[in-house]
């Protein structure tokens, strides 16, 4: 991965929180509204952990392979990303 590693765990540490919140919150009986904005933050979350790791995926990886004889396997795969990025 050529993402700032740093960032990347940072984020995860992030998510994990949340969650680990989300798991107190559920077993403490808590009102399910506030439940369901914790699961909205650990989303967000997610939503942006992927966006560091694509960018640092076409920054790198992606321009390093593409000039090489992977072409049409790193064609698939942002295709692959973007239709699983879809669903």
Same mark, same amino acid.
């Given at each position: 991965?050529?993402?700032?590693?740093? $960032?990347? #765990?940072?984020? +995860?540490?992030?998510?994990?929180?949340?969650?680990?919140?989300?798991?107190?919150? =559920?077993?403490? @009986?808590?009102?399910?509204?506030?439940?369901?904005?914790?699961?909205?933050?650990?989303?967000?979350?997610? $939503?942006? #952990?992927?966006? +560091?790791?694509?960018?640092?995926?076409?920054?790198?990886?992606?321009?390093?392979? =593409?000039?090489? @004889?992977?072409?049409?396997?790193?064609?698939?795969?942002?295709?692959?990303?973007?239709?699983?990025?879809?669903?």
């Amino acid at each position: 991965m050529k993402a700032d590693k740093k $960032d990347v #765990l940072t984020r +995860l540490a992030s998510i994990e929180g949340h969650l680990g919140g989300i798991r107190k919150m =559920i077993e403490d @009986d808590t009102y399910c509204v506030d439940v369901l904005k914790q699961t909205y933050a650990v989303q967000r979350g997610l $939503d942006r #952990l992927q966006a +560091l790791i694509l960018s640092g995926h076409l920054a790198s990886c992606v321009p390093e392979r =593409i000039v090489g @004889d992977e072409r049409e396997q790193v064609m698939a795969e942002l295709v692959e990303l973007y239709e699983l990025a879809r669903k």
